[in-house]
């Protein structure tokens, strides 16, 4: 846990997704001269603390597909709830964002603490997608759902100072339903800031005309084999994050020569 104000960014983190997770980092850095805290939200040891008890089911012929035994819903991921620990984890103090793992950084992620960071009558300030993705099986082998302000909750700048953040329990977080957490159920609407579209920019959604600071491949990703960009754009920011990737492996290379 953290006891300074400087902004900190957390990052989810489910071992499935780890080059994901590597290659976000990696562009995060890239793209700042800021000394940014980058903390992995990583689900067991969030449990071994005591902040993380919620529980889930899986059934044999698909054990990637949890269904969380509060609501007896499906879920995707393992920071799909740890991600609203984030006040906690921060100590209720100064700005924190967190990022899908699924994303490419293209941009200095200063501009976000900076720029909407100043305003401090918002609780959160997320991109406010209207966004229905077609029903089905996602490339890992999960159900792809639908549920109000699908996607908000996958790029979110807290303000942890903020008093409603503040009643926002662990036990909320425990044992509310997914569905009230993602759609922020203990904000009221104007407690919940906008951010421009191109810091969470969908592939196969989000016009092709913005110019993303953060590609977020809600599709699946390069990361996967069988994965198929849907449009031209798409796969033009599947070749960055491909040669970002690259960027990774040969440094490590060089580091061992």
């Known amino acids: 846990m953290l006891t ?19 290659v976000l980092h990696a562009s995060i850095l890239k793209h700042t001269s800021n000394q940014y805290p980058i903390i992995p939200l990583v689900e067991p040891v969030l449990r071994r603390i005591g902040l993380f008890r919620r529980t889930h089911r899986t059934f ?24 609203f620990l984030i006040p906690h984890l921060n100590l209720h103090s100064g700005l924190a964002l967190f990022m899908d793992a699924d994303m490419l950084m293209r941009s200095d992620v200063r501009e976000i603490f900076e720029v909407y960071g100043r305003n401090k009558e918002y609780a959160i300030q997320v991109v406010k997608h209207k966004y229905e993705p077609p029903l089905g099986v996602k490339l890992d082998g999960v159900q792809q759902t639908r549920y109000n ?25 425990n044992i509310k339903p997914g569905s009230w957490l993602h759609s922020f159920g ?10 421009n579209e191109e810091w969470n920019w969908l592939d196969g959604h989000s016009d ?3 110019i993303p600071k953060n590609v977020h491949f809600t599709t699946g990703g390069p990361w996967f084999k069988d994965w198929q960009p849907q ?27």
């Open 149 to 173: 302000r699908k996607n908000w909750s996958s790029f979110m700048l807290w303000n942890c100072d903020h008093q409603k953040n503040k009643d926002l329990t662990v036990d909320d977080i």
């Open 60 to 83: 044999r012929d698909n054990p990637n597909q949890k269904y969380d035994l509060f609501d007896n819903k499906p879920y995707s991921t393992d920071f799909t709830f740890t991600r």
């Open 186 to 195: 203990w904000l009221d609407d104007d407690e919940i800031g906008s951010i």
């Open 208 to 210: 092709p005309n913005i």
């Open 4 to 22: 300074t104000r400087t902004p900190v960014i957390y990052v989810g983190y489910d071992v499935k997704d780890h080059r994901a997770y590597d």
């Open 231 to 257: 449009r031209m754009i798409d796969e033009h920011y599947a070749a960055e994050w491909l040669d970002a990737e690259e960027e990774i492996t040969t440094k490590l290379i060089m580091e061992n020569i």
